[in-house]
């Protein structure tokens, strides 16, 4: 069985006040609990800060850059555990989140990680957001999304890091890279996070989003075209593998 004490988390967070005591509480509260919890906070101006040195037992680091890959492969860099998880400030963990997924990965041991179902839960105001479609967060759906995986560290050697290019798709952009690189995750149909919509997230900016995201299914598809011989670049290394100015 996979030992608590080789899971560690990385929470990000950037002027989370509002939300990050509920998201830390989600994971201490854990019956399978984390032997490292790392908050990457992007140089938050409000109480972010005394709120994550509240709880004695995470690492916090201030990041200056505020960008979302930058910050979570800085706690990836601070974590010394075997698995690895993330959680967003404003997010939250179901209860149980990590021992369903650790028993998932103890009955497959050829696994590479394990995600979920996510359930998306909308803020009064959100609905008011251009483009917003309630159908589309009325039911729970697969979690390809950080805050729910549990993942093997090695597997970012395969993979490569989180792509700073990328303001808002970075997660997206690295399932798409993990998927290409035949990273092998269960999916069970556990709801392991709960995602809030607000009017301050990321995604809300759903042209920049649309843009990332296509730009995610363009390279995908020109991967998808390349012949084999031409999957390795001249030093014999996968460019899938994150080859790229965030990788190292």
């Known amino acids: 069985m996979i030992n608590p004490r080789s899971i560690g988390v990385v929470v ?4 989370g006040e509002r939300y990050l005591d509920g998201a830390l ?3 201490f ?4 609990p984390p032997a490292e919890v790392v908050v990457v906070d992007g ?9 994550a040195r509240g709880y004695p037992l995470t690492e916090y680091l201030r990041q200056m850059s505020g960008r979302l890959a930058e910050a ?3 706690g990836l860099d601070a974590l010394k555990s075997e698995w690895v998880s993330f959680l967003d400030h404003d997010d939250w963990w179901a209860p149980g989140k990590l021992r369903r997924q650790v028993e998932e990965l103890d009955r497959r041991p050829g696994l590479d990680g394990v995600i979920g179902r996510l359930e998306f839960v909308v803020e009064e105001g959100a ?3 251009p483009g ?3 159908a589309a967060y009325a039911r729970p759906r697969p979690a390809y999304t950080p805050g729910a995986l549990l993942v093997r560290r090695k597997a970012f050697d395969r993979v490569g890091r989180f792509n700073p290019d990328f303001l808002i798709g970075c997660d997206s952009e690295w399932f798409a890279r993990g998927l290409r690189a035949g990273l092998k995750l269960a999916v069970p149909e556990d709801v392991v996070l709960y995602k809030r919509v607000h009017a301050s997230n990321l995604s809300a900016d759903s042209a920049e989003y649309s843009k990332e995201l296509l730009a995610i299914v363009r390279e995908s598809l020109k991967q998808r075209a390349r012949p ?3 999957s390795k670049n001249a030093s014999g290394r996968n460019p899938e593998a994150g080859d790229g100015p965030d990788a190292t």
């Not at 140089?43 to 800060?49: E, G, K, M, P």
């Open 127 to 129: 609905d008011g957001r």
């Open 25 to 27: 509480k989600s994971v």
């Open 43 to 51: 140089n938050s101006a409000d109480r972010t800060a005394s709120i």
């Open 228 to 230: 084999v011989s031409e």
């Open 132 to 134: 917003f479609d309630a």
């Open 72 to 74: 979570r492969n800085m």
């Open 29 to 32: 509260a854990q019956d399978f």
């Open 12 to 15: 990000v967070v950037k002027n």
